[in-house]
């Protein structure tokens, strides 16, 4: 009895109760037992053993202590309060030679505290999961009330400027409107961008959303669609290979790339270039890319790709701290990872390391 409390006391999550019950030998085998626990009218039970919660179900709702069913026997677990779970068996299969009745009704006892303390841990999970789910909602909101007030205040007063005096004001006034509209229109779209990709984040991403991708080609895309935006801007590539096939999204490969480069040039003088290297070795790929920016300090290095996060240095600039988190999402869906150094030199400069898995290309399948 005193290895059995042991157990059940250090016993956190519903598989170590389970496994403790296992391991004391009450029952023959793993397999003739069940255990339920009830958490606000939700049914938590060990992965793959279900087999009998309908019967569970049923003791509770008939609300007896002990509950014979189809050679089954379900024993109500309760706090001071309520049934908190239900233990069910088959009807031979306590070892009744190693515990008499006393002592069964004991682990009973220590296997309610057990679960009830499950309970109320995985019912604060709950509340600290809602409870960071309704911060990130409330800085979201916040975030796009104040970033998407600026390009829309644009809009609306070039389009409106146009609509009342376009045909008396210059040509040269009425195509600075139209770029401030056309270039504020795609802000929007960026921002609109990152939150589907967040929302695609938090969705998870599937393994069969996946598929073998030149890592080359899908970086080219990246920095042609980044030029578009920046015309004039300088970006090196300097890459030791042609080609590299990795598993991935060929939109969030892209968008992860995009999103970086976008912040190394957003964050750099207008005449610094952006420096994109790369190096593949035993199976894997790392996708350097480099900037001259103002740099990031030390102690902020770790929360560079937190949500929402920007240094005190670059509070002023436009964006809302999106970028660089999306980008740490889908390096990680892919199975690679991501990281920031800075300073490079002369106390300035960040460079953002992405590495992700790499496949073997067709040619060298075949080859093999």
Not at 141 to 151: E, Y
């Amino acid at each position: 009895m005193l290895d059995i409390s042991n157990q059940l006391q250090t016993a956190v999550h519903l598989e170590d109760i389970d496994r403790a019950i296992v391991e004391t030998g009450i029952f023959d085998s793993a397999r003739e037992f069940e255990i339920y626990a009830i958490s606000n009218d939700i049914w938590l039970a060990v992965a793959g053993k279900e087999r009998w919660q309908a019967e569970a179900k049923q003791a509770i709702r008939l609300g007896e202590l002990q509950h014979v069913q189809d050679e089954k026997i379900a024993y109500l677990l309760s706090s001071s309060e309520r049934h908190i779970g239900v233990l069910i068996c088959t009807q031979d299969a306590q070892k009744s030679k190693r515990l008499s009745k006393i002592d069964f009704d004991a682990v009973l006892n220590l296997l309610s505290m057990a679960i009830d303390r499950f309970v109320l841990l995985h019912q604060k999970a709950e509340a600290e999961a809602m409870r960071r789910s309704e911060e990130f909602k409330t800085a979201l909101l916040s975030s796009i009330s104040h970033d998407m007030r600026t390009p829309l205040a644009a809009i609306s007063a070039s389009a409106s400027s146009l609509a009342s005096y376009g045909e008396t004001l210059p040509e040269a006034s009425r195509k600075e409107m139209l770029t401030i509209i056309q270039d504020q229109c795609e802000r929007l779209n960026r921002y609109t961008t990152n939150l589907l990709n967040l929302g695609r984040l938090q969705a998870g991403i599937s393994p069969d959303q996946l598929e073998s991708l030149d890592l080359v080609e899908m970086l080219g895309s990246a920095v042609n669609t980044v030029k578009m935006h920046h015309s004039g801007r300088e970006i090196i590539k300097s890459l030791p290979f042609d080609s590299c096939t990795v598993r991935a999204n060929p939109v969030m490969l892209e968008q992860l790339f995009y999103n970086i480069l976008e912040n190394a040039i957003q964050y750099s003088p207008d005449n610094a270039p952006v420096l994109i290297t790369g190096h593949k070795q035993a199976g894997r790929v790392e996708i350097a890319i480099s900037d001259q920016g103002c740099g990031i300090p030390v102690s902020e290095l770790n929360r560079v790709f937190d949500r929402f996060y920007r240094s005190a240095e670059n509070i002023r600039k436009e964006g809302h701290g999106l970028g660089l988190s999306i980008a740490s999402g889908f390096a990680q869906a892919f199975g690679g990872e991501i990281a920031a150094h800075s300073p490079l030199e002369m106390g300035k400069g960040t460079k953002i390391i992405v590495k992700l898995p790499a496949s073997p290309s067709p040619s060298e399948s075949i080859g093999q």
